[in-house]
């Protein structure tokens, strides 16, 4: 069961971190939203200080100048090659430079999407509201965009994925975590995939509040060929594959 929900909780930074590994065509669609979605909230009354940071993992592209030509972006440079390693790379860049600033875990909420991924300009809205209402993790839902999928594998997404509160999903494009709480649970686990689903768990085991919410959805890649051999794009092929028995992936 989840823990008792806290009284309103401070939070003074929102901080968003994505993982990049050569992601130079869809890196700065990413930012775009980002960064319309960072003024939405620090146009609010009480608005807490935003960060981005890129975790630019083994690139090779131009990934760092897309990231450059963003000043207000961070960046962190990694050669781990695996997401978990990458998340929490950027999230303990995070982390330190806040406790060095005096502003403790608990008041830090880390957001998490993808270099692939595009967030609504309600999304770090969405985040803040529930830690401030006391959740430890957010797990959001996401929807697909992208030409790679049929429009039978994209209705067979869809009805697998209901938009509901309380719903089962776990997805590292859309989820949040206070400091403390990520602390907690141990960080994101240095492995290649499913390190959102662990570090989900992790929370919940520790008697985290964790809220599964349909508000928000943020846009993926429905590539079925992506950066790992599993993660979204093998679940997707997996899909597809059950949808049209005759497609079989490339090697």
């Not at 065509?25 to 935003?50: H, I, K, T």
């Not at 492995?191 to 943020?218: F, K, Q, T, Y």
């Amino acid at each position: 069961m989840n823990a008792p929900r806290r009284n309103d909780r401070r939070i003074d930074v929102v901080a968003v971190v994505v993982p990049a590994r050569d992601e130079q065509d869809r890196l700065p669609g990413c930012l775009l939203a980002l960064s319309a979605a960072a003024r939405a909230v620090q146009a609010l009354p009480v608005a807490p200080r935003v960060r981005v940071l890129v975790v630019q993992d083994r690139c090779t592209d131009g990934t760092g100048r897309v990231v450059a030509s963003w000043p207000e972006v961070e960046t962190v440079l990694t050669s781990v090659g695996r997401v978990g390693g990458a998340r929490a790379a950027g999230i303990a860049r995070i982390l330190q430079t806040e406790a060095a600033a005096g502003v403790p875990a608990e008041r830090v909420w880390i957001a998490c999407t993808d270099a692939d991924s595009l967030v609504p300009a309600t999304w770090l809205h969405t985040h803040l509201r529930h830690a401030r209402a006391g959740d430890d993790l957010l797990l959001g839902m996401v929807r697909l965009h992208g030409d790679d999928l049929s429009a039978a594998a994209m209705r067979d997404f869809a009805a697998r994925h209901p938009a509901r509160d309380g719903h089962p999903h776990v997805h590292g494009a859309n989820l949040g975590v206070r400091g403390d709480a990520y602390r907690a649970a141990g960080g994101f686990p240095d492995v290649a995939e499913h390190e959102d689903v662990l570090l989900s768990r992790a929370v919940r085991d520790g008697g985290g509040r964790v809220a599964a919410v349909a508000a928000s959805p943020v846009l993926t890649s429905a590539r079925l060929h992506g950066r790992l051999a599993g993660g979204m794009s093998g679940y997707l092929r997996e899909m597809v594959a059950s949808v049209e028995p005759r497609w079989r992936p490339s090697a």
